[in-house]
């Protein structure tokens, strides 16, 4: 019997890591974008501060589709590539694959539900922002 366990985060909890995301970057003086994918990187909550760079949307919604896609952190690709060279020519042309950190999974117990992606600050900065978000909605 082939069983197919599929669980995603609901909207309640996205809007609310975005929320979250938000007071942490009030806090450090950043202004962010947040965008909070399901499992399979399709987005269910996007937050943009007044004043962020625009062009932090994007990256904040592709570092969430990386992560939810690979289920694994954005920061992950540097220590990949050093690893594996040769890899970094060809995933570095992937349309949405954000290879620095600010992006990361959400797991619930030990399934991935979905993943969260924040630009705008520092790369430190923005990780920063995410992984608080998690932990306010009671996730890892």
Sequence with gaps: MITNISKNINYKAALAACRA???KAIELNIKINVSVVDSSGLE?????MNDSFIHSIDIAKDKA???ASFGFPT???TDIFKEAPHLEQGFSNRDRLIPFGGGLPIFEEDFKVGAIGVSGGTEEEDIICAKFAIEQIGLK
């Design 21 to 23: 995301a938000v007071e």
């Design 44 to 48: 269910l909550a996007f937050l943009r």
């Design 65 to 67: 589709y990386t992560s």
């Design 75 to 77: 920061g992950q690709w």
